[in-house]
Structures are given as structure tokens and as C-alpha cells.
């Protein structure tokens, strides 16, 4: 044993104080890594719902694909086969605008012959 019962009691009580810093600072420490930790479970329960979410549009893109993959399509014209009925039809009107001009001149010459009847 030691000389000075006064002084292992000091020596005592330092180690005891020692140890209560230390407890202390490991309690902050072990606060900080359990904020740490809620921190990081909090992000990841973020990052887990995106993910989720993005899986859910990913698979209602690929439902949407497979179903316009099921639409059938209607056969694409050639397009000088359009531009083939679109003169068609311009012959056509060209043609009735001729014929309403001809209707429009013999309805002149009869409203004439006919004026030229009265007068007689």
C-alpha cells in the first residue's frame, strides 16, 4: 500500500473524475452517432420511396408500351398515291366549274332569246 492514505484517496478520486469525462464524452459520442444513424435511416427511407416511385412510372411506362404495341395501326399511304386522289378531285372541281360557266351562259342566251320573244 501506499505511504499517504489522503493521497491514494486523491489519486482516487481523480481516476474517478477522469472516468466521469470520459463517460461523458462517450455519451456525447454515442448521442452523435445515434443522430448520425437516424440521419442515414431517414435518407435512406427518403431515397427507398423515390426508388419506389420510380419503379411504379417505370411500370406504367412498360404497361403503356405493351399497350400501344397491341394497337394495330393503319397502313400508312403512299404519299404519291394521295397526291395522285388530291388532283383527282382538283379535275373534278375544275371540271363542275366548267360546267357551271357553260350552264351559267346558256341560262344568259335563253333569258336573252326568251326577252327577244316577248318583244315580237
Do not use: C
Not at 427511407?45 to 399497350?67: C, D, G, P, S
Not at 341560262?107 to 315580237?120: G, V
Amino acid at each position: 500500500f501506499r505511504d499517504d492514505p489522503s493521497q491514494v484517496i486523491e489519486e482516487i478520486n481523480h481516476k474517478i473524475r477522469q472516468l466521469r469525462e470520459e463517460s461523458s464524452i462517450q455519451r456525447q459520442n454515442k448521442s452523435g452517432l445515434e443522430n448520425e444513424v437516424k440521419d442515414i435511416r431517414s435518407q435512406y427511407n427518403t431515397e427507398k420511396k423515390k426508388q419506389q416511385a420510380i419503379k411504379r412510372k417505370l411500370e406504367n411506362v412498360r404497361n403503356r408500351i405493351i399497350e400501344l404495341d397491341n394497337v394495330e395501326e393503319a397502313p400508312l399511304q403512299d404519299v404519291s398515291a394521295m397526291q395522285e386522289e388530291l388532283q383527282q378531285y382538283g379535275d373534278q372541281i375544275q371540271k363542275i366549274n366548267e360546267e357551271k360557266e357553260q350552264l351559267a351562259e346558256k341560262e344568259e342566251t335563253l333569258k336573252q332569246e326568251h326577252e327577244e320573244a316577248n318583244r315580237r
